[in-house]
């Protein structure tokens, strides 16, 4: 078992945070692979498995991938590896979930071994002038017109260490049992 993993599933929960900030510590292909078996994985609707993943270690093709948004993408640039997830709108109409599943398996999986990963929504984002952010990626890596990008999860050895999620800042009052209460007037 790596050093780094977690001792249970609540405290990886706690733990894992954006890391927005890596290393230049390579990451082992052991451990990589190990990232991508959970993705493949993630439950998906009907167990269609719709979902496909580019994996991308370029540094050149990483600082492109990093300017699909006019922000919140830049991070891409350093990361040792991205991930681009995509679904197939033509296999399921679940596709857009089963891909958010599979990328956020990815990066649990990612963060019991150790590593710091961090979610780029390219789904319904845009460039300054109106292209969506997956034609800009669809350009770079030429996957077909009916995969689409549901996100990029870029991965490293985290330069940064976040303080585990707060306890205390937990929105309990946003769970509610049964039914909505019934507002009082």
């Given at each position: 078992?790596?050093?780094?993993?977690m001792?249970?599933?609540?405290?990886?929960?706690q733990?894992?945070?954006s890391?927005?900030?890596?290393?230049?510590?390579?990451?082992?292909a052991e451990?990589?692979?190990?990232?991508?078996?959970?993705?493949?994985?993630?439950?998906?609707?009907?167990?269609?498995?719709?979902w496909?993943?580019v994996?991308?270690?370029?540094?050149?093709?990483?600082?492109?991938?990093?300017?699909?948004?006019?922000?919140?993408?830049?991070?891409?640039?350093g990361?040792?590896v991205?991930?681009?997830?995509?679904g197939?709108?033509?296999?399921?109409?679940?596709?857009?979930?089963?891909?958010?599943?599979?990328?956020?398996?990815m990066?649990?999986?990612a963060?019991?071994?150790?590593?710091?990963?961090c979610?780029c929504?390219?789904?319904n984002?845009?460039?300054?002038?109106?292209e969506?952010?997956?034609n800009?990626?669809?350009?770079?890596l030429?996957?077909?017109?009916?995969?689409?990008a549901?996100?990029?999860?870029?991965?490293g050895?985290?330069?940064?260490?976040?303080k585990?999620?707060?306890?205390?800042?937990?929105?309990?009052?946003n769970v509610?049992?049964?039914a909505?209460?019934q507002?009082v007037?």
């Open positions: 078992m790596n050093e780094k993993a001792g249970n599933f609540s405290e990886l929960v733990k894992r945070r890391v927005r900030k890596f290393t230049d510590e390579e990451i082992k451990d990589l692979q190990t990232i991508l078996r959970a993705a493949l994985m993630s439950p998906t609707s009907k167990g269609t498995r719709a496909h993943f994996v991308v270690d370029d540094k050149d093709l990483l600082e492109k991938m990093s300017l699909c948004r006019p922000m919140g993408s830049q991070f891409i640039a990361a040792k991205a991930v681009v997830v995509l197939d709108r033509e296999v399921t109409d679940a596709w857009c979930e089963d891909a958010s599943i599979a990328a956020v398996t990066q649990y999986q963060a019991d071994l150790g590593l710091g990963s979610w929504q390219i789904r984002r845009f460039m300054e002038n109106g969506p952010s997956d800009v990626l669809r350009f770079l030429r996957y077909p017109e009916n995969l689409t549901e996100c990029v999860i870029g991965i050895y985290p330069a940064i260490e976040r585990p999620q707060d306890e205390d800042k937990l929105k309990w009052e509610h049992v049964g909505f209460p507002e007037e």
